[in-house]
T-cell receptor, first 112, second 113 residues
């Protein structure tokens, strides 16, 4: 059974640009969550999606957005990139509510 | 609001010694508790979880954690560590009706030969 797949693994962008990250959950998992990991702030929750609906949102500016498709794949978008957006972005999928979350390898975003 | 506290940012230990990584949480509602491990340049791997039932949970690689409701703790223990256990360990909590995880700041376990 394939795990959670995140693409791309590494990304370098310039300030002001926008970026789209992709996440394919484990087959049969309908819930996808996104997290940002930085040395200063640690792991912070971004969004949670279930059946194409955003179920929960973290405390991030509106530049951060996401969506989920009918096949449960999810994307997150960051517009007008800032240097502080440099981070490891992790996606996690769960089969049902309150079961364990399985994480992808992450996308390392560097904003220069 | 929920929060998770991992009191030790770094724990150095010699190989084959026992180790305990501490985790305390605060929540006004019932919670689910998890320990994740992260190796360099990798995502998070689930180590063990407490959802319900027995308060002592074990992983396949020798780690165990005990849910203590009165002390609001979920400390991670291993009786004998290996070099390969060197990694960052994160305690996390979630509550009913959401998959949102609140993470602690992490504990870096460094095992020396």
């Amino acid at each position: 059974k394939a795990g959670v797949t995140q693409t791309p693994r590494y990304l370098i962008k310039t300030r002001g640009q926008q970026v789209t990250l992709s996440c394919s959950p484990i087959s049969g998992h309908r819930s996808v969550s996104w997290y940002q990991q930085t040395p200063g702030q640690g792991l912070q929750f971004l969004f949670e999606y279930f059946s194409e609906t955003q179920r929960n949102k973290g405390n991030f500016p509106g530049r951060f957005s996401g969506r989920q498709f009918s096949n449960s794949r999810s994307e997150m978008n960051v517009s007008t990139l800032e240097l502080g957006d440099s981070a490891l972005y992790l996606c996690a999928s769960t089969r049902d509510r309150n079961t364990e979350a399985f994480f992808g390898q992450g996308t390392r975003l560097t904003v220069v | 609001a929920q929060s998770v506290t991992q009191l030790d940012s770094q724990v150095p230990v010699f190989e084959e010694a026992p180790v305990e990584l501490r985790c305390n949480y605060s929540s006004s509602v019932s919670v689910y508790l998890f320990w994740y491990v992260q190796y360099p340049n990798q995502g998070l791997q689930l180590l063990l979880k407490y959802l319900s039932g027995s308060t002592l949970v074990e992983s396949i690689n020798g780690f165990e954690a005990e849910f203590n409701k009165s002390q609001t703790s979920f400390h991670l223990r291993k009786p004998s560590v290996h070099i390969s256990d060197t990694a960052e360990y994160f305690c996390a909590v979630s509550r009913e009706n959401t998959d949102k995880l609140i993470f602690g700041t992490g504990t870096r376990l460094q095992v020396f030969p």
